[in-house]
């Protein structure tokens, strides 16, 4: 148990759907992130968000919609999403940015494991 | 942008033999390279990191070295045990205090064997 949970484990949608991933962390924490994790390929850091402020954006499609209501919650809104965007999520958090010195030691949820047919 | 190569993807050992993990990368602006740890059905967990002031850094039986001018930098695990059997990833970043990006190499299948 690393205190961030993530909801739900396991979705399946259609291209055409809409649906949201939520992530809430019990620790504090004033950073939290987004990542994308696919079979043979590297671990992508998709969102960076601070103080509900998000940092950095890397390059994701806009069918991926961030929010950051407060420090403690983040979800990932999907719609018209790709067979492609099929992976594993998984939200994390840190003290502070990965950055910096108190930001390094992220702490990850389980992962909400996703297929899109 | 940031490419980080990793090899090997798998990686098969004997307990107590020593693993080592090895990772290039493009940018020669980077300069914070951190290994992550990923066991299964949890996510990465950051187990050592090197900045690029440095040659090496070490941490009990985890070691990391850190060759700027090749451009390649390697994860050293003495005295493996099977606690060790994880997929072991590494990063790159440039840190300049705005856009900073953090890049990961395709990860390494550690399997300590009895």
């Known amino acids: 148990e690393t205190g961030v949970t993530q909801t739900p484990r396991h979705l399946v949608m259609g291209m055409t759907n809409k649906k949201s991933l939520k992530c809430e962390q019990h620790?504090?924490?004033?950073?939290m992130y987004w990542y994308k994790q696919s079979a043979k390929k590297p671990l992508e850091l998709m969102f960076v968000y601070s103080l509900e402020e998000r940092v950095e954006n890397n390059s994701v499609p806009s069918r991926f919609s961030p929010e950051c209501p407060n420090s403690s919650h983040l979800f990932l809104h999907l719609h018209t999403l790709q067979p492609e965007d099929s992976a594993l999520y998984l939200c994390?958090?840190?003290?502070?940015?990965?950055?910096?010195?108190?930001?390094?030691?992220?702490?990850f949820g389980p992962g909400t494991r996703l297929t899109v047919t | 942008g940031e490419n980080v190569e990793q090899h090997p993807s798998t990686l098969s050992v004997q307990e107590g033999d020593s693993a080592v993990i090895k990772c290039t990368y493009s940018d020669s602006a980077s300069n914070y390279f951190p290994w992550y740890k990923q066991e299964l059905g949890k996510g990465p967990q950051l187990i050592i990191d090197?900045?690029?002031?440095?040659g090496e850094k070490k941490d009990q039986r985890i070691a990391v070295t850190l060759n700027k001018t090749a451009k390649h930098f390697s994860l050293h695990i003495t005295e493996t045990q099977p606690e060790d059997s994880a997929v072991y990833f590494c990063?790159?970043?440039?840190?300049?205090?705005?856009?900073?990006?953090?890049?990961f190499g395709t990860g390494t299948q550690l399997k300590v064997e009895l």
């Open positions: 994390a958090s840190s003290q502070d940015l990965w950055w910096d010195d108190r930001g390094k030691e992220q702490y």
């Open positions: 620790l504090g924490h004033n950073a």
């Open positions: 990063a790159a970043s440039t840190i300049t205090g705005g856009g900073n990006k953090l890049t």
């Open positions: 090197i900045r690029s002031n440095v």
